[in-house]
């Protein structure tokens, strides 16, 4: 029964809701499980991907804001091992707005995996991290637009010149360009030698389909690389020869559009998806770029012919490297309004029932499911103490039988000679058996005492002496049985109990949500787990009792069919020995008295 008690705490331990290994620093107070979906579910992702920056979209319907500084300067990421401190920059943090928009860096993502990050938070005295870079060395320029004028946030400091009008972007702030170009002018980082490797990127939302508006211009000495829009339809043209893309891009809505180029060949994406491609080695440049339109034409040459782009953009990134395509579909993934690459969990607090899941679920378990709770406790612990007593009790009787049936063996036709022995009171205390032969033999000695001749016991005298046995082995079978009804209760009324505790919870739940009018998932979720606890704690009652409750009823079951063995040896015994009309009375002298204790 105690492995069988140890085997059920075990499994409770595993059962209860999993965390991380560890609660990361005890400074924080909550955290928020994150996960990289890769899976068919998620993302779909059959490629793993390197260095990532991953944006993380925080806003009323994944995150409550409640409990984290008003800047986001207590935020820290933290990898499945809880040990791993990630870099991370904030765009934008609007705890009044509910809304923030945080770059992640993520060393590696693997591919059809379910990745899990931590976002810890709620520490008072945490100052903001300085200098973490989010973004790998190889962006020689990236402008998320989330200030009043254009910033680099790459580590090169490429200011990008222009008017710029901030707008609602898909990431936060884009910029809106009404037909004046922007420029980015020449540096070193910026260089591109001849067949060498690079990426464009951006979102963009066309507003006017008119003419071919450029999105990217790169001039010098004759050689030129263009990327644009030809009535809609995206292009790239190094040295006039051209490739447009087999679709066109949606009027008035936010699409990814990325240019690579590696290896004497160019490749056009929409959406992460190729859609154009053009044998051309890229030419070596080494001055300014056009942003959104041309370059300004030297005096005396002939206008462009191109017009500037008439729309929005986000997130625009230059790359000294080629980015792989999964990288671009993840970002188009990653960062629509619409995420399929992340996923967002519970938030869980730091608690003194525990870190993890398990604290969270038990800081939601409302007041009246722990009144249930606390009753179902009261009858675990009565319940186990039952099962325990009684299997202590159980195992010295069996000992004490055990004990007895070896002297029993030795009595031959001396029924009464262990009768008076003190050790053996002593030793035999716990044995059922012991008892039953001491009220058949105190029996016999009662009559002789009264004058009966017990040298030849009568039939009712044998059965009236079965019945005073019997007596005794129903009282033992009594004690053997109490207690046991309340472990009855227990696998009959802990499930029942549990549920009604759950039901309770269940319409609290439902109460508040009708109450406040929020239907999210997250907000009914913890109320929901909650009150299936009772259920659970109801379960954890009544499997233990059943199982204690059967294998206490086998072994009195046991016990008892040892007793009722006895009985029957007994007065076989004293029926053989001492019944009437035996051949040993015949031959015995008249008047001779035979005491059963003495051979004849």
């Not at 044998?279 to 034409?297: R, W």
Request: proline content about 4%; aromatic content about 8%.
């Amino acid at each position: 029964m105690q492995r069988l008690i140890l085997t059920l705490l075990l499994c409770l331990g595993f059962a209860l809701p999993g965390s991380a290994s560890a609660w990361w620093q005890d400074d924080w107070m909550y955290r928020k499980q994150i996960a990289v979906d890769t899976t068919p579910q998620g993302a779909s992702l059959t490629q793993a991907l390197g260095r990532t920056a991953l944006l993380v979209r925080l806003h009323t319907g994944n995150f409550t804001f409640d409990g984290v500084n008003e800047t986001g300067a207590d935020i820290r990421f933290v990898s499945a091992d809880d040990k791993t401190v990630l870099n991370h920059h904030i765009e934008q943090f609007d705890p009044l707005m509910g809304m923030a928009l945080i770059w992640v860096d993520v060393p590696r993502i693997e591919a059809g995996q379910r990745q899990d990050l931590w976002m810890y938070y709620g520490n008072p005295k945490a100052q903001a991290p300085a200098g973490q870079p989010s973004f790998d060395a190889d962006y020689t320029a990236l402008y998320h637009f989330d200030g009043a004028a254009p910033r680099d946030a790459s580590p090169y400091a490429n200011q990008l010149q222009g008017p710029a009008v901030g707008v609602d972007g898909v990431i936060g702030r884009g910029i809106q360009l009404g037909g004046q170009p922007l420029q980015l002018p020449a540096s070193a980082s910026l260089q591109w030698p001849a067949g060498g490797a690079f990426t464009f990127s951006t979102w963009l939302r066309q507003d006017q389909a008119v003419g071919e508006q450029l999105l990217l211009a790169r001039r010098e000495a004759g050689q030129s690389l263009l990327l644009g829009l030809a009535q809609g339809v995206p292009f790239i043209e190094v040295d006039g020869q051209r490739s447009a893309a087999n679709q066109a891009v949606v009027g008035g809505q936010w699409q990814h559009l990325a240019l690579v180029g590696e290896g004497g060949n160019l490749t056009l994406l929409l959406e992460g998806q190729p859609v154009a491609r053009l044998a051309a080695s890229l030419p070596a440049f080494t001055g300014a770029l056009g942003i959104a339109g041309d370059l300004p034409v030297a005096e005396g040459q002939a206008p462009s012919q191109y017009v500037p782009f008439v729309g929005a953009l986000d997130e625009l990134r230059l790359s000294r490297v080629a980015r792989s395509q999964a990288s671009l579909q993840a970002d188009v993934l990653a960062q629509g309004a619409e995420s399929r690459l992340v996923a967002y969990g519970v938030d869980e607090e730091q608690s003194g029932f525990g870190f993890g899941s398990l604290g969270f679920l038990l800081k939601a378990v409302p007041v009246d499911a722990w009144v249930i709770i606390a009753v179902l406790v009261l009858m675990m612990v009565q319940s186990w103490v039952i099962m325990l007593r009684k299997q202590r009790t159980l195992n010295r009787v069996t000992a004490a039988n055990a004990e007895f049936r070896e002297h029993f063996a030795t009595v031959g036709t001396r029924l009464e000679q262990f009768a008076d022995d003190r050790g053996l009171h002593d030793a035999l205390g716990n044995s059922p058996l012991w008892r039953l032969y001491l009220v058949a033999v105190q029996e016999i000695r009662t009559r002789r005492a009264q004058g009966a001749d017990t040298s030849a016991v009568s039939a009712a005298t044998i059965e009236a002496i079965r019945c005073s046995m019997d007596g005794v082995r129903t009282r033992e079978n009594q004690a053997l049985s109490s207690k046991l009804s309340t472990l009855s209760n227990a696998i009959a009324g802990g499930p029942y109990i549990g549920l009604l505790g759950t039901v309770l919870g269940i319409m609290v739940v439902f109460l508040g949500t009708a109450m406040a009018g929020d239907v999210n998932i997250n907000a009914i979720a913890p109320g929901m787990a909650a009150a299936l606890l009772a259920t659970a704690m109801g379960l954890f009652v009544a499997i233990p009792a059943l199982f204690g409750y059967n294998r206490l009823t086998t072994r009195n079951r046991e016990v008892s069919a040892d007793m009722r063995v006895f009985v029957d040896e007994f007065i076989t015994r004293l029926a053989e020995l001492h019944g009437e009309g035996q051949a040993g009375e015949a031959a015995r002298p008249a008047g001779r008295t035979v005491n059963p204790s003495v051979p004849a």
